[in-house]
């Protein structure tokens, strides 16, 4: 179904907003990062989904006069305002900034020792009693999928709603506190073995690409042009005319030749040479020899196989099945004899490099060793993963910053880089020609493609497929992406030789912060697209390159070192401002200072929650922008409550009750400030003292506490010697029939079904209070079960003895009770749920059968349904009766589906059944009748923040806010 037109106002709008935030950035942005900065400055996303987009991309390709994109030789998606005056010029000017953007430059210096002596905290340690809210930052909305704040740097990832990420990967190792003393740069290196190429072989690989037969021939003194230009002369042809192509940009040029012999072409094509005079050469010498003129015949002793992909498959060929190894001369022995050619002096550098063999050295210091095959199939292995710099100092840059445990980043440096620039460079000459391709008709799952991005060719993942387009993974930048099938090839083996460029990271120190939206977003401007040193703080646990038995990943301390004379540590940057937004989510000692507080929540219990007050802080006129002291906005809602209670309300021997919620709510109004003391300190939870400001009539405790009508009596054998006042439950008073009953005879199973009083309906909390609830049952956002904790010992001790009343032998006598199929005599009896624990029921039709009669029953306290057999049920006993029914009909409050739909789409009842089903959540009632309910759902799992669940729909564009 086709999306509904969007409202005029709402695309109006957003392109408003867009112009705004283009306007900060003359070259253009990232497309990752402009979504970071609309939201930063609107405080929502681009809804683009409810302007009835898929994707991001598409969206902004339709308002060119708002804004002009660009995908980017490195795969980046640049989006700029649209060019005023020369527009060639603006797109050089773009191109240019692009490639100074995705090209990353090397860090201006390494860090001083000194810096990189700091150590971070253990995971943790920081704070023993929990991580403290960091809500005190500024705050993004949440993103599509998991968190709102991931960027990409380099190729422009647009928001993915219907790609699930994989779950981060978690170390399995208990983190431990570097102890590793710093390495000084060169202090170690591997020993070198005789007749090894001198490239170290921690440089990584580099595309392998035909080397020019010009060079051979220089080497050998040869002059293939001159030869070629003596033929012409011979034949009276006279002067070789070379006609010369160049491909690709500036800087990375690279050239292919055409010459016509007596009306025949010739040409190089599809090999390139990165001087114009190479590719002359080489195409002399092409033409001599099929001209059968060649001076080859002059060579003396056996060729040396120059490509790598070529010799490798051979010699795992030749390795075959013996896994117990084979001596290196021996291989180089059978090479020879098999093929005619000799191996290069670094072919067993390389073939490690590349994954296909391992080798073992039982002599030392000898050049002997001994090759033990990986797999017998060579494109098993492919490709590699990266080989790590032997130092624990990495120059890296930063493509995405999903959270603290998962920063995707290119290590860079002058190997590492060129190996990259060559890939890309090599990707766009040898697909120069699409058309002469073959196109992919079917994608498959799990293998590698090359996939074109606007002008660009790039390395990519299937991860899923649909009619017409593929979700595809960039393994050289870490991001996915929706892609054409027409725009996938096969992915040439040479392109498989070259390690993933992009790799998974971890900031050090921080962990424990992985869900915390104001930690992703400093991470986003501190790391997101720049070039920085990273001391490696588990280095010593790691070899040349990560393995499959690798347990944990890298740990980074990130250094910006632009400035001249200082280190910025941007982990220990964080972790100060960590420390110091504690104390705004923990309350004072008992007997401490007085704070200034707002009372944000009051709890059906009686538990209340306060936020602290903060000081208004002015940012400095001199701080630069993006500063990591970034200042939090001043509102209550960025601020985590602190749960605390009342010290002395109710009174000893009452309990709290709704009239007490509005009787404090009275006192106390949202936006007003009171002073609050701590009194004192039990099971982690502070009692507290409330006083309205500058205020003698007494505290705010003692006028609620002589308040005595609001506070119901507790019966005598709930009242308790101490005053927690938040854990006390009414367990409902038992009829004198059936206390008679249970009483006389507890097990008995005779009774008058007719003399059984029919079940409560659930007991919905007053509007405007929050209680804690579970959803037992989700259907979507307008339909699902709560189940409020307000009774929730009381329920619990009703669920135990029902199992041991049912499981007894006077509950199996009840098995032979027959059971009248009428619902009008009785509904309610004991049924099993999934697990054989007995639950209360409400059948709601039989239908006969005989012995195999069905009943299709609802589970009264849960809100599922089921059809049970009717042998399954038994009679409900009074005693089980006095409890109100504990499920309740709820929604959520203030909106509907996206788009002005009627019905939510399967994809959005999907996702909200996976969000809230089985869950506890802070619920607040905003609407309710006499058997339905409106709430907000508030998740406050995370230590540190809370997830308002209908403000995740909004954001998401799976709905808009309705009255």
């Known amino acids: 179904m086709a999306p509904s037109p969007a409202p005029p106002s709402l695309l109006q709008q957003t392109c408003t907003n867009l112009r705004q935030t283009l306007a900060r950035s003359v070259a253009g942005i990232p497309a990752e990062q402009l979504c970071c900065d609309y939201r930063n400055m609107v405080g929502e996303g681009i809804p683009f989904r409810r302007l009835g987009f898929d994707s991001l991309g598409s969206f902004l390709g339709t308002i060119p006069e708002i804004c002009s994109i660009r995908r980017l030789p490195s ?32 860090p201006i210096r390494r860090p001083n020792q000194q810096s990189t002596n700091w150590i971070p905290p253990q995971q943790g340690k920081l704070f023993p009693s929990g991580p403290p809210s960091l809500t ?34 978690e170390p399995k190792l208990r983190r431990e506190g570097s102890q590793t003393q710093l390495r000084r740069e060169g202090s170690q290196t591997h020993p070198r073995r005789e007749g090894s190429d001198t490239q170290s072989r921690s440089g990584g690989i580099q595309t392998q690409t035909k080397r020019s037969q010009a060079v051979d021939a220089k080497q050998q003194g040869k002059n293939y042009r001159s030869e070629l230009q003596s033929y012409f002369s011979t034949k009276n042809l006279g002067t070789a005319n070379y006609k010369i192509a160049t491909l690709g940009s500036k800087g990375k040029e690279r050239f292919m030749a055409t010459v016509f012999v007596e009306q025949n072409q010739y040409k190089t094509y599809p090999e390139t040479y990165p001087t114009q005079l190479e590719a002359e050469e080489a195409l002399a010498n092409l033409v001599l020899t099929k001209l059968g003129i060649t001076g080859g015949k002059e060579e003396t002793g056996a060729k040396e196989t120059k490509d790598l992909l070529q010799y490798a498959q051979r010699v795992v060929a030749l390795l075959g099945e013996r896994f117990n190894g084979v001596w290196s001369h021996q291989i180089e022995n059978e090479y020879l004899e098999k093929f005619g050619e000799k191996l290069p002096g670094n072919w067993i550098e390389k073939m490690e490099e590349v994954n296909q063999i391992r ?24 490709p590699p993963t990266i080989s790590f710099p032997e130092d624990d100092i990495w120059e890296v840059f930063v493509t995405i910053v999903r959270s603290t445990r998962n920063i995707s980043l290119r290590i860079i440096g002058s190997a590492y880089s060129e190996m990259f620039d060559n890939l890309i460079s090599d990707m766009d000459l040898h697909y120069f020609d699409k058309s002469c391709e073959a196109a992919v008709p079917e994608p498959v799952v799990g293998k590698l493609y090359a996939a074109q991005v606007s002008s660009d060719w790039h390395r990519v993942k299937i991860v ?50 992985q869900h915390s939206e104001a930690i992703v977003n400093q991470l986003n401007q501190r790391l997101l697209g720049k070039s920085l040193a990273a001391k490696v703080e588990n280095r010593s646990k ?39 937004e504690g104390s705004e989510t923990r309350l004072p000692k008992p007997g401490g200072e007085e704070i200034k507080v707002t009372l944000s929540f009051i709890m059906a219990s009686g538990d209340i929650y306060v936020r602290k007050e903060a000081e208004a802080k002015i940012r400095s006129p001199e701080a630069p922008e993006g500063d990591l002291a970034m200042l939090k906005e001043d509102t209550s809602s960025e601020r985590k409550a602190i749960k605390c209670r009342l010290d002395g309300v109710p009174p000893k021997g009452h309990t709290w009750s709704p009239s007490a919620t509005e009787a404090l709510r009275d006192l106390v109004p949202e936006e007003q400030v009171v002073t609050l003391r701590v009194v004192r300190e039990e099971d982690g939870c502070p009692y507290v003292e409330l006083n309205l400001p500058h205020s003698n009539d007494g505290s705010i405790n003692f006028d609620l506490s002589t308040e005595f009508d609001i506070f119901p009596l507790a019966p005598c054998e709930m009242i308790k010697n101490d005053t927690n006042n938040n854990k006390e439950e009414l367990k409902p008073i038992k009829e004198e029939s059936e206390r008679d009953v249970t009483e006389n005879n507890p097990n008995s199973g005779s009774f008058d079904h007719f003399s059984l009083k029919t079940l409560l309906s659930p007991q919905i909390p007053p509007k405007g ?57 009785e509904r309610y009896f004991a049924g099993q749920l999934a697990g054989g624990v007995w639950h209360r029921v409400e059948v709601s039709n039989f239908i006969p059968c005989g012995d195999s009669s069905q009943a299709i029953v609802r589970y009264v306290d849960q809100g599922s349904s089921a059809m049970l057999p009717v042998s399954d049920l038994r009679p409900l006993h009074g005693q089980f009766r006095n409890l109100p029914c504990q499920a309740v009909a709820a929604g959520l409050a203030g909106l509907g589906p996206a788009g002005g739909q009627r019905e939510w789409t399967p994809e959005d009842n999907y996702w909200f059944n996976h969000r809230v089903a089985g869950k506890m959540f802070v619920g607040r009632v905003m609407e309710h009748s006499s058997n339905h309910i409106m709430v907000e759902l508030v998740d406050t799992s995370h230590p540190t923040e809370d997830h308002y669940i209908h403000k995740q729909l909004i954001m998401d564009g799976r709905a808009e806010a309705r009255k």
């Not at 060639?88 to 490639?99: P, S, V």
């Not at 080798?359 to 494109?379: A, G, H, L, M, N």
């Not at 725009?487 to 962990?511: C, I, N, T, Y």
């Not at 250094?559 to 110091?580: A, G, H, P, R, Y």
Request: aromatic share 8%; proline share 7%; net charge negative.
């Open 359 to 382: 080798i073992e050295s039982p002599i030392p210091d000898s050049v002997r060793f001994i090759i033990f095959p990986i797999s017998k199939d060579f494109f098993s292995n492919l």
């Open 136 to 169: 005190g930052w500024q705050r993004a909305v949440p993103g599509n999928l998991h968190t709102c704040n991931t960027g990409t740097a380099g190729r422009g990832a647009q928001q993915q709603r219907d790609i699930p990420r994989k779950p981060l990967r």
């Open 464 to 513: 899923s497929v649909t009619m017409e387009t593929c979700s595809c993974l960039f393994i050289d930048h870490g991001d996915e992406d929706t892609i054409l099938k027409e725009d996938l090839r096969e992915l040439s083996p040479k392109f498989l030789l070259v390690p993933p460029q992009v790799m998974m990271v971890e900031v050090a120190g921080l962990q424990e912060y």
């Open 542 to 580: 790691f070899g040349k390159r990560l393995t499959p038995e690798t347990s944990e990943l890298p740990r980074l301390i990130f250094f910006d070192t632009s400035m001249e004379e200082e280190d910025v540590n941007i982990n220990q940057k964080l972790i100060e401002l960590i420390v110091s």
């Open 769 to 825: 209070s929050y209680f804690d609830l579970t959803v037992t049952f989700a259907v979507s956002p307008d339909s699902f079960v709560i189940q409020p904790h307000n009774q929730g010992h009381t329920f619990s001790a009703m669920l135990a003895d029902m199992e041991n009343f049912y499981s007894s032998a006077a509950g199996e006598e009840l098995s032979h009770v027959p059971i009248e199929l009428d619902v009008a005599k």
């Open 75 to 106: 795969g980046g998606m640049l989006v700029a305002q649209p060019g005023q005056g020369d527009r060639q010029n603006t797109r050089i000017t773009n191109y240019k900034q692009a490639r100074n953007f995705l090209k990353p430059k090397k």
